[in-house]
């Protein structure tokens, strides 16, 4: 009896899809990568403590600037292929290579 009935329902649909899809809408779990380097701090800090940290100054009188991180710490310099581990090995020529007592056994 449900087979028919599906049967039947199925005969008289007339769109593509009988699925109904809702879609447009924003769902962010957890925050933007690119807001990582921006500050906590949006307005001006208005604790003591936070404000002498903001305006430290060095024992020379020079204020200490507050540098935002960098976005990723591959785009501060030049990329460095590394050398290929197996060529920072000793080179081993075979028995021969081995220590030797006094008696120039091995």
């Known amino acids: 009896r449900k ?10 649909v007339i769109v593509d899809d009988p699925v109904f899809k809702v879609g447009g809408f924003l769902q962010k779990d957890r925050p933007d990568a690119c807001d990582r380097t921006s500050d906590i701090l949006k307005d001006p800090p208005k604790k003591y403590a936070l404000k002498l940290v903001r305006n430290a100054k060095l024992p020379s009188g020079r204020r200490v600037k507050m540098t935002p991180a960098p976005f990723s710490i591959f785009a501060t310099g030049e990329f460095k292929e590394e050398e290929r581990f197996d060529r920072t090995l000793r080179n081993y020529g075979g028995p021969e290579d081995f220590p030797k007592d006094a008696q120039g056994e091995p």
């Open 3 to 12: 087979d028919k009935l599906h049967e039947e329902w199925a005969s008289r």
